[in-house]
């Protein structure tokens, strides 16, 4: 499951790449961050190749707190439509982390591929440091993020190098596997609209 900052439809860049690769092999939910176009919290999920993209859409004037709870709802729905394991966690933007952080994953990757992110405003900032703790695997050029016991730079996007990245992705499985006495792999299949219904207070 991919969380990120870009949006499929844009530019192909990094992530929509690396996304469609995994997707040969793998179940690929990319899951945007939200749209504020809507009057009540619903979730969309549509086709794009091999790739699910999930698109949370919400209120423009609903609180925060109401917002990070219907994208926790949308994020827990999508994997549990999708996949019949935990998931491998992909971070592109670390503003995700507050409502991705009770989902339980085979492993947590950060590819920070914008290092401006990290150095950005206290909030996100904060959350970037808190990913960078979760983080089982970083992919960066950032120097400042070398200290992470697993980081690595990869040189591009190709097939080789996709192989390479995914193998520190196995590694990482591995090393939480055995902390947490195994994990099953096989994964599912499912894609639909829902709502998300806010929280009563």
């Not at 439809?9 to 945007?32: G, K, S, T, Y």
């Not at 400042?144 to 499985?173: N, S």
């Amino acid at each position: 499951m991919c969380l990120s900052h870009v949006r499929w439809n844009r530019v192909h860049q990094r992530p929509q790449i690396l996304m469609q690769r995994c997707a040969r092999d793998r179940r690929v939910v990319f899951f945007e961050e939200p749209l504020h176009d809507v009057t009540e919290a619903e979730l969309e999920l549509r086709g794009a190749g091999l790739v699910i993209v999930a698109v949370p859409h919400l209120p423009p004037r609903m609180s925060a707190e109401h917002a990070q709870h219907a994208l926790r709802l949308m994020a827990e729905h999508a994997v549990q439509r999708a996949f019949a394991a935990p998931p491998v966690l992909w971070y592109y933007t670390p503003a995700a982390l507050p409502y991705t952080r009770d989902i339980t994953a085979r492993a947590v990757i950060y590819d920070c591929v914008d290092p401006a992110i990290v150095r950005g405003s206290p909030l996100l900032d904060a959350h970037a440091q808190g990913l960078l703790r979760r983080a089982d695997v970083v992919f960066t050029r950032e120097r400042g993020l070398w200290h992470h016991p697993f980081a690595y730079a990869p040189d591009a996007t190709g097939d080789d190098v996709w192989e390479d990245m995914w193998l520190h992705v196995e590694r990482a499985t591995a090393r939480r596997s055995a902390v947490q006495g195994g994990v099953h792999t096989r994964i599912g299949s499912a894609s639909r609209t829902i709502r998300a219904a806010r929280r009563e207070d």
